[in-house]
């Protein structure tokens, strides 16, 4: 089942926008209330209420195969999770990827924080900054959390992850390289494309293995590897997190991306105004952000 989170264009006059989120269909989508009489304001709960019965979502998609779709046309996307909880990224996590940039595989995984406003909907600008000009791309694979986790041994770490979707872990490098950590330059505002929607985890191979993913820049592949490159899985990711920290719904881990990102190449590659950036994950969709204008330019 795919799902989106989006906000209704015509909305009264005034009024404040208010987040829906609902099953998509060939029509459109769906909102959950439509499928769910209980369904919960927040997305973040529908994950911990949809992945405490496991009969809901087949139920739910039921329900919304009889219902009236309101076309995309008359929505406008959000990021598929638009207030997360927390988002834990991977640094370094194909081996490719590392070698590419003359670092060493790690015996534990790189991991980094995203903040909430540094995400963008699928077909949103990416915004480019005033400071910089060094915008790279990243393909990369997001995991979301649908259940509360804690000390999960990697066995059973997959019965944590409600659903999935692709994510573009745009970076600026310079600012990247300016400190030991990575935050600055992985959170500007409006960089890291995260759509168009989610598949759900029992519609996709467990943990996402053997999945084709790759980045097409202005319709150029950039990047181009295979799910199964990655040094730390989905599995053993969330269960070393979870023995850190509670992983809570509406959680997303961020993978980490293959070779072929910009810094890397000769001469470098950045995203400049006018630039598309696609990231496809096989079996999930592709994700589509055109890079808009510098942010603060009039």
């Not at 979301?144 to 659903?163: C, K, N, P, W, Y």
């Not at 409006?190 to 993913?213: E, M, Q, S, Y």
């Not at 799910?227 to 920290?245: E, R, Y």
Request: proline content about 6%; charged content about 15%.
């Amino acid at each position: 089942m795919k799902i989106i989170s989006y906000q209704v264009k015509k909305s009264p006059q005034g009024a404040v926008p208010v987040h829906h989120y609902g099953v998509l269909t060939d029509t459109g989508v769906v909102d959950m209330a439509q499928c769910l009489p209980q369904a919960p304001a927040s997305i973040n709960d529908f994950f911990a209420l949809a992945s405490a019965d496991k009969g809901m979502l087949a139920d739910i998609q039921a329900r919304a195969a009889g219902q009236q779709a309101t076309p995309l046309k008359d929505v406008t996307l959000l990021p598929c999770v638009p207030n997360p909880r927390k988002i834990i990224c991977l640094g370094l996590n194909y081996y490719d990827h590392a070698a590419e940039g003359g670092n060493k595989v790690a015996d534990y995984p790189a991991f980094f924080l995203r903040t909430a406003a540094s995400l963008v909907a699928h077909d949103a600008p990416i915004e480019l900054s005033s400071i910089s000009t060094a915008l790279d791309f990243e393909a990369e694979l997001a995991v979301v959390i649908g259940t509360a986790t804690r000390h999960m041994d990697e066995a059973q770490a997959l019965a944590s992850v409600f659903a999935y979707a692709c994510f573009n872990d745009g970076s600026y490098r310079d600012y990247q390289k300016f400190t030991t950590q990575w935050t600055i330059g992985k959170n500007f505002d409006a960089t890291g494309g995260f759509g168009p929607f989610l598949v759900t985890a029992d519609a996709l191979p467990a943990g996402c293995k053997g999945l084709h993913i790759e980045s097409r820049l202005n319709g150029k592949v950039m990047q181009s590897a295979n799910t199964d490159d990655m040094i730390f899985p989905v599995a053993l990711t969330v269960s070393l997190l979870s023995q850190c920290m509670t992983l809570e719904p509406g959680d997303v881990v961020v993978m980490g991306t293959p070779a072929g990102v910009g810094y890397a190449r000769k001469p470098p590659v950045w995203m400049k105004q006018g630039d598309v950036i696609e990231i496809e994950v096989e079996g999930i969709g592709t994700l589509s952000n055109p890079v808009g204008q510098p942010l603060g330019a009039v």
